[in-house]
């Protein structure tokens, strides 16, 4: 996610003059500072175009003036929320239109649906392990020619000197792979660069992020995915297979491709945001399910990091999604690995089986578990704040495509250079036992019938790494090739994730935690007298993987199961559970997680499970944007198009008000109808006029907004002429005539649950007697946030 292009338009002073409007476009709004607001009855303050109450004087300062100077530099404020996200339309609106649909449904027509989804349910879960079964098998193939004519190479140059010849080999090959992995990803889907996990859970926050469902998306994250992971970079597949999930997801359950442009005219009743949400929440939870081998997991990750409405059928066919991408993924493998039939496979990564003899742990132990946690949750938060300076680097410098590439390559490079040097320095000499489980093991210098233990760790796909550490005998590591190993793969996994490569995190954060956890074991059976009994580095490694990841994800409860279910064994649940919950709560008092920072970064409006904590002070008056743009039940269809092509507001929500007969009070809320409702009723010309004189071919039905669905045309590509400029629009029938409405002294925790449960994109706020007074939407209410000095407001930026 971090590699968007950002560009923030700063505003100039504000005219010295003090004058708001067009020569602000980025903060306009009053002068008073915010701490000190109070509401006047006199002065409009809350207008839908402000876009903070912030002195403008105290915000921009000297830096920003030395940064203006600078072209090839884009000025980056963390404390911004962009206005280039639009909220997904979570809650329906029942209009005439659905009611009467829904209504002419019999109680078959509802089962039929219901089997439906459960139908697309086990599309999307085939569909993934498909998709996880060809990441899985490509990388292990080309990996395998890669690593084999290394190691060829290798034992040539070891004997008859020149290996240097093979360290250019190495980087070659890494740079390639990358280089492939990294213009496919800039040049042709920048959104496909990550893991992905980052924008999966604004997606199922409620945020419409552009282009992140996409079958491109979904084609360049796959083929970036095998060649970042070939490439050699510290990088894990598992990650990006949550992503790859929710756009097969997004794909299946709309029943055609826009991007084909192809339509099977099936599953049209699920075109719309709140069904969609619902299969891309199964989808992610089948990604995660294929990459760890953990069906429970996957839904407890759907449930922890994503859908705010949540219910009981909705979580089993999720689980169902996930057991069947689980079998998919196994099936295929069995039959790749010459074992047809046998589904002992996990996932994509394999901790293999923790034996129980060699698991147990005593009570005694706990406290050491926890100090492990404690360390993981301090080297995340450390991790974390580096990547969040790099990655601000990259906003600002690395913003052009060929950068973003050259970057990569340059990574690519290091990361062979860097694995080299240790491997060749090393001297940490293992012997080769006949049952050895490494695939690649490189004598370099070492005797006969040995192979160098630091190969192992860098010369090896990161998954097997991570299976060596958790299983090789003790003894089988020096504690500085540990020690060494820990430290450079830090850095390289640090500097590798925000780069232009599709990519995760999960592999490498495991990678680090396993070897210094090993480390850690290996330490307790050295300094204390019984240790080599209970201290088996295997267990610590495992441990410490544990620790790491959560120190730097900061997810708990689907982290718990996911460990528990990829190694197989229940018995470490307490542990791993004690691990996670002391990693986040260190790293929680340092920073945030690391797909937090990377939201934050790209200014979308999210909104977590509370509002926070101290904002009870103030109320819906205050947060909301007004006055607002309204909209008579019968509207004059010029009013309509003005309104809609007006660029400085880009509204997407209209209340539609109506006037009392033979009173002069102000119009009263009747419902609410939403931009794309509207153009899709000009696009077909639904106009009083044309319906008397019967010129309309059809009463318009709800299949037409299903058709027009998600791509809703601009406002600038619908022609209208001038007579029908002055023809009228009845929005009775298409309007939502029960919109949610909020009375203007509600709280703003009150208004943020109403609005985060509901999935709702626009609260109406009215007064005493039902009129229009404001309207609340996500970013009003994600503008809020606790910061260092107690309750912070974010501004708002045309980005």
Known sequence: MANITKKVSWSSRADESGATGEGTPLLNGSEQPRHSRQLSEGRSIFQIGRLSTVDLEEEI????????????????NEKLLSLKYESLDYDNIENQLFLEEERRMSHMGFRCLEISRWVVCGLIGFLTGLIACFIDIVVEELAGIKYQVVKENIEKFTEVGGLSISLILWAVFNSAFVMVGAIIVAY???????SGIPQIKCYLNGVKIPRVVRLKTLVVKVGGVICSVVGGLAVGKEGPMIHSGAVVAAGVSQGRSTSLKRDFKIFEYFRRDTEKRDFVSAGAAAGVSAAFGAPVGGVLFSLEEGASFWNQMLTWRIFFASMISTFTLNFFLSIYHNKPGDLSNPGLINFGRFETESVAYNLYEIPLFIAMGAIGGLLGALFNVLNYWLTIFRIRYVHRPCLQVMEAMLVAAVTATVSFTMIYFSNDCQPLGPDHTEEYPLQLFCADGEYNSMATAFFNTPERSVRSLFHNQPGTYNPLTLGLFTLTYFFLACWTYGLAVS???????????????RLFGILLASITTTGSTWAVPGKYALMGAAAQLGGIVRMTLSLTVIMVEATGNITYGLPIMLVLMTSKIVGDYFVEGLYDIHIKLQSVPFLHWEAPATSHWLTAREVMSSPVTCLNRIEKVGTIVDILSNTSTNHNGFPVVVQVAGNDEPAKLCGLILRSQLIVLLKHKVFVELARSRLTHRKLQLKDFRDAYPRFPPIQSIHVSQDERECMMDLMEFMNATPYTVPQETSLP??????????????VVVDDENRVVGLVTRKDLARYHLGKHGLEELQLAQT
Do not use: C, M, N
């Not at 003036?65 to 980056?76: A, N, Q, Y």
């Not at 990519?503 to 956890?517: D, E, M, N, Q, R």
């Not at 009150?750 to 609260?763: D, E, I, M, P, Q």
């Open 61 to 76: 300062t000297s830096d920003e003036d030395s940064l203006r100077g600078r072209p090839k530099e884009i000025p980056h």
């Open 188 to 194: 042709f889907e920048p959104i496909a660069a990550g």
């Open 503 to 517: 990519a995760g995190v999960f592999i490498p954060s495991l990678l680090i935690g396993a070897a210094w956890g």
């Open 750 to 763: 009150r208004v943020f649950k109403l609005f985060r449960a509901l999935g709702l994109r626009h609260l």
